[in-house]
């Protein structure tokens, strides 16, 4: 029996702080690819973020330069396109897995390079997706992928992978915490399975409206037509 697909908006309102998180799947209908990325941030310097689309890139900006403190964690690309691949993280192992498929590799080839985020005690997971987007909506297939501390003391890493064949009018979630705390909780186990309707606009605001209105900074998602290629984007920023 398949396992059952759970309503995004109400698994997000019960997780006080998910942190950041990533969404891959396909709308019910079968036609389009979809996925989403949302940050949320507890200090000043961490939610004062905006996303800004650059054509096919997605960027962090600082709302305002004067309060931006250290930018290593906080300002990268989160979405990237090389060929047909779609590339979506929550950190600048973006780059990374831009630069690995340039080279003629891989996803997990990218990500065996890579360890958790240096911000101990957290030791935050790097979270990273893949769309491989094909000549058609056969050929579309996704990879999600965590890499987290091993040992709570920031000196051995986990890495593991995800490799699914799409299913219409569902998706996976995965995201960088179970829950707040101090240290925060790394994510445990497989991505959650959840649904997906046709409607973009719907999805964004049931994840938005989700997310705790204290701790959420901004959130993107995209619709890939897996016939014509035509792409639809929505984006919220609690900075205006």
């Known amino acids: 029996m398949a396992t059952a697909r759970k309503n995004l908006g109400r ?16 709308t019910a209908d ?8 949302f940050i949320m941030g507890r200090s000043e310097n961490s939610r004062n973020r905006v996303f800004r689309e650059y054509g096919a890139e997605l960027r ?20 990237k396109v090389y060929q047909n691949h779609v590339i979506v993280t929550n950190g600048d192992q973006t780059d990374t897995v831009e630069a690995s498929l340039k080279a003629g590799h891989c996803f997990r080839h990218a990500l065996m ?8 005690p957290n030791f935050t997971p ?18 999600l992928a965590i890499v987290k501390c091993a040992d ?21 979630f995965l995201h960088t915490y179970r829950g707040n705390g101090d240290p925060l909780p790394s994510f445990a186990g497989e991505p ?17 409206s989700g997310l705790n209105e204290s701790n959420k900074i901004s959130l993107y998602c995209r619709a890939i037509d897996l016939t014509t290629g035509a792409v639809e984007s929505v984006i919220y920023n609690k900075n205006h």
């Open 11 to 26: 698994l997000l309102a019960r997780n006080a702080y998910p942190g950041r998180g990533i969404v891959v799947g396909k």
């Open 30 to 37: 079968g036609r389009r690819a979809v996925f989403a990325y």
């Open 60 to 79: 962090t900006e600082p709302f305002d330069e004067k309060k931006l403190v250290d930018p290593s964690l906080i300002i990268y690309s989160p979405v």
């Open 113 to 120: 390079q890579r360890t958790f985020e240096p911000d101990a």
């Open 126 to 143: 790097r979270i990273s997706a893949i769309l491989h987007l094909g000549k058609g909506r056969a050929d579309y297939t996704y990879e």
């Open 152 to 172: 709570g003391k920031g000196k051995k890493c986990d890495r593991q992978f995800f490799v699914y064949e799409p299913v219409s009018g569902a998706g996976h």
């Open 192 to 208: 959650v399975r959840v649904k997906i309707g046709n409607d973009l606009q719907a999805f964004a605001e049931e994840i938005w």
